[in-house]
């Protein structure tokens, strides 16, 4: 299903890179892994477009064709590869899908401009579309809250571990909703609204989207402490090793245990003893609940607005691909 929806999109999203100026469309296609620095072409890989595939998925469970939804797929690529690209920055992430960075391949200047120019490509994109206004609108409500999250996640890491300033769980839900479940949402919504569904139906899509994201990142963050690295090509104990505030992590910092995890990842000498304080707190379980209570939400979403059945059961089994991994 992947396959066939980056199939039925590719032609379109190289179209559109093919719109920008020639080095900042070298700069974007490296980032999807078309390229090498220079324009050699590359076997890279580019991701595995779930943005993309629930675009077409959106718009083909309003009950009308995928080929009306790719260009929200477009969008949505586009806005995800400008998010990529400043998130390595600020992050200074060297590397993005085992090769390095464009900041580090091209400069910090030339990928910030090429950022700027996917993300006012994928506008445009939008807005010369039929009911055009509409899915402009509902990219922009995404933007922001994608910005938003970003922002709190960059302001998490500046918290104490303990005290009333600590990050709380719920702090934690509202980020993940804004910097992953945001474009995840307004994927599958522009699809549906490109493909003519009632607002309803985008809106109940764009929650369902929302809910997925706090699902999928607390499964990934599980993952980044107990996975198998080689699995997630990350290694064991990854995330605590980082120091990073995951939704475990905060769970535990409010149990009993909260005090000596939190002196443990000060320290930050000892990852292992900090992921068996955190699993024998009944954090790790917590998580796992957490994301399966976001996941009932979304089918309860996907319930109660009228989808094509056959695209429906496709969107099921994408979600389950998505957070279904393994933990």
Do not use: N
């Not at 080095?23 to 490296?30: D, Q």
């Not at 083909?60 to 790719?70: F, I, K, L, N, T």
């Not at 390095?100 to 807005?127: H, I, S």
């Not at 910005?147 to 934690?172: C, I, K, M, N, S």
């Amino acid at each position: 299903m992947l396959h066939r929806c980056r199939t039925l999109v590719r032609p379109a999203l190289v179209e559109a890179v093919g719109r920008l100026h020639p080095w900042v469309g070298e700069m974007a296609a490296y980032s999807f892994g078309w390229c090498e620095v220079g324009g050699a072409p590359a076997v890279a890989s580019g991701g595995k477009g779930v943005r993309q595939a629930l675009a077409v998925l959106g718009a083909e469970a309003a009950g009308a064709s995928g080929r009306d939804g790719v260009a929200a797929a477009v969008a949505v690529e586009l806005v995800h590869a400008f998010s990529l690209l400043h998130d390595d920055i600020m992050d200074g992430d060297a590397d993005r899908r085992r090769r390095p960075a464009v900041w580090k391949a091209y400069g910090t200047g030339p990928a910030v401009l090429a950022g700027d120019a996917l993300f006012a490509l994928a506008v445009q994109t939008l807005a010369v579309q039929p009911g055009g206004a509409a899915a402009v609108r509902t990219l922009s409500v995404a933007l922001g809250d994608l910005v938003r999250g970003q922002a709190d996640d960059l302001l998490f890491a500046e918290r104490p571990w303990t005290g009333p300033e600590r990050v709380r769980p719920d702090e934690y839900r509202a980020m993940a909703e804004h910097k992953t479940g945001s474009l995840l949402g307004c994927a599958a919504a522009l699809g549906a609204v490109l493909g003519g569904a009632a607002p309803e139906t985008a809106a109940a899509l764009d929650r369902a989207g929302r809910h997925l994201g706090i699902a999928f990142q607390i499964v990934d963050d599980v993952l980044g402490t107990w996975g198998d690295p080689q699995v997630t090509g990350k290694p064991v104990h990854g995330d605590l090793r980082e120091r990073k505030k995951t939704f475990p992590v905060l769970v535990a910092l409010g149990s009993a245990c909260g005090d000596r995890l939190a002196a443990l990842l000060e320290a930050g000498d000892d990852p292992g003893a900090a992921a068996e304080l955190i699993e024998r707190a009944g954090a790790r379980a917590a998580a796992m609940t957490e994301a399966r209570r976001h996941l009932a939400a979304v089918e309860t979403e996907l319930a109660g607005v009228p989808l094509e059945a056959r695209a429906l059961g496709e969107l099921r089994s994408l979600l389950d691909f998505l957070v279904r991994r393994d933990v």
